[in-house]
């Protein structure tokens, strides 16, 4: 099974005549894409004072590396750490949203072809997966931690998301019903109430940006079912970019932390939470020491507009960008590879509004260096209606951009149908030699044929040669060119003239502008001294 990243499980026991088997039921990492109005200082203005529910823990002496227990941090700790049970009705024919890799169901055991118990088993999953099979409950667990004594309780989306019912469970087994306050789908963060006739243990946020890479930390959750479980260990990396959505920046830590563990809180030695556990690395779901958690810093201000308003504002610019690779950077003439190139301005967006065109390379936000991954997350920390200033290049002229942040529009469901992939080039087409591929003038027979909208410009990608530098890049038939080098393109002769200017200008990389049914996107090429030629 190869390795992937999954989030935590919500886990069921399911018996049968003859067999007990365990059905764990997986969740899926969320980033997402995919960011929040961080708070940077350990406590949200605003937020009750929580006090701490007993004397701090004494850290280790100067000098020394490890603490000689834990067990006083941990006695501390766990009142405010709880179990989450959600209550689900799953109907036959659906899937379970939070299905990672695998199947959801109860595995049937390895009986001996033809042994009673087999066809026992084999007639029991066909009659739960009957479409006539009523619909059945579906019960799973995850963890939770206070933050206030009135009883907001924080967890992760993915362990609440489409539950009927929500139970939480105090350390002294206490069983109190939940009502969901709101969940932010892009972090994976949910907040709950639940009402208590006395004031409950809490546990404030720490700041999460003054951790650092092998600091002592805390997870304490409930893996597996095991409620109360406390493990230790530190924290392995910063900024962790999973690819699960735009505005990933995971605490890594080689804390054991394992399916149920999810929504838990990872604590410093201070007894503050600096992280929301929320995915772990796994090639078999158990841990293996590679577990990421949401930073304090960047889930506080999401919390704080959960609990406020049920739903989370995101500032955005209206534009499409991507990180400025080495690749990139010699195309543009770039000392180093840093920086957001822009491939794309949303109409009647904030950029546009700016003058922000496609090509410009953003340097700076509000006098502070970025790159394309961190710019996303940063935008959507800024309130809308606020001024931002960006420092740009654009044609290798530096520039400074005043823009006014907008709010995120929800997201958008539909997307277009891929165009069709087709072999043959088409007639009159040129060959890029030395790339691997040929293009062609959009005309009527080219809009037609790759269904492409009236009033498309640039040139068409006719052909693809296998195994060429545009395979390896993702380019596709169908696929548009519509700027080389920053520069409009409308025909094949325009196309070829671009790249003997800069082979002119003796660059390495060349980049085209490239437009699919998945948006714009640059994508750099690297120059061979081989000339384009027509058909």
């Known amino acids: 099974m190869p390795d992937h990243v999954s989030a935590f499980s919500r886990s069921s026991a399911v018996m049968g005549m003859g067999a007990a088997f365990l059905a764990m039921v997986t969740a899926r990492a969320y980033a997402l894409p995919p960011a929040v109005p961080p708070a940077s200082v350990p406590t949200t203005a605003g937020a009750p004072h929580v006090t701490p529910v007993s004397d701090p823990v004494r850290l280790p002496a100067p000098g020394h590396d490890t603490p000689d227990s834990f067990a006083d941090l941990a006695a501390r700790l766990l009142p405010a750490v709880v179990n989450v049970s959600t209550t689900e009705m799953v109907r036959p024919g659906e899937e379970d949203d939070d299905g990672d890799e695998g199947d959801n169901s109860p595995q049937i055991p390895n009986f001996p072809e033809g042994s009673p118990f087999e066809k026992f088993f084999h007639d029991f999953m066909n009659r739960q997966n009957s479409p006539n099979a009523p619909p059945r409950k579906m019960q799973a667990l995850g963890s939770g931690f206070i933050i206030d004594p009135s009883g907001i309780v924080v967890t992760n989306n993915h362990v609440v998301r489409n539950a009927e019912q929500i139970t939480v469970t105090l350390q002294d087994n206490t069983v109190l019903k939940a009502h969901l306050l709101g969940h932010d789908d892009r972090t994976d963060l949910a907040v709950l109430k639940v009402d208590s006739p006395k004031p409950l243990p809490a546990v404030p946020f720490g ?193 400074n951009v005043a823009i006014t942040i907008g709010a995120l529009p929800e997201e958008k469901t539909d997307k277009a149908d891929g165009k069709p ?115």
């Open 207 to 399: 700041d999460s940006d003054h951790a650092r890479v092998g600091d002592w930390v805390l997870a304490i959750g409930n893996p597996f079912g095991l409620s109360g479980t406390v493990t230790a260990g530190i924290i392995s990396s910063r900024g962790r970019n999973i690819e699960q959505g735009p505005y990933d920046d995971f605490i890594q830590t080689d804390a054991p932390i394992n399916k149920g563990n999810s929504g838990g809180p990872l604590f410093n030695l201070h007894g503050d939470v600096i992280g929301i556990n929320t995915a772990i690395f796994s090639p078999s779901g158990g841990s293996i020491g590679i577990g990421f958690a949401i930073p304090s810093a960047e889930a506080q201000g999401i919390i704080e507009q959960l609990r406020k308003h049920g739903k989370v504002s995101r500032g955005w610019i209206g534009v499409r960008i991507q990180d400025v690779t080495q690749d990139i950077a010699d195309g543009l003439g770039l000392k180093s590879a840093h920086g957001a190139l822009i491939a794309g301005v949303e109409a009647k967006g904030p950029a546009a509004v700016a003058h922000l065109q496609t090509g410009d390379v953003i340097l700076t936000l509000d006098g502070k260096d970025i790159d394309g991954r961190a710019l996303p997350r940063l935008v959507a920390q800024l309130p809308a209606g606020s001024v931002a200033h960006l420092g740009i290049l654009r044609h290798d002229h530096p520039m």
């Open 421 to 535: 992939a087709q072999k043959a080039p088409a007639t009159g087409s040129m060959a890029v030699a030395g790339l691997g591929f040929t293009v062609g003038a959009i005309d009527d027979i080219a809009r037609q044929k790759y269904n492409m909208a009236e009033g498309q410009k640039g040139v068409v990608v006719t052909g693809v040669t296998d195994d060429s530098p545009a395979a390896e890049r993702g380019l596709r038939n169908g696929d548009v060119i519509t700027e080389v080098q920053q520069t409009a393109v409308n025909t094949p002769a325009e196309l070829k003239h671009q790249i003997d200017l800069v082979r002119g200008q003796h660059r390495r990389t060349v980049l085209f502008l490239v437009q699919n049914s998945d948006g714009l996107r640059w994508v750099p090429f690297p120059l061979t001294e081989a000339g384009a030629h027509s058909d």
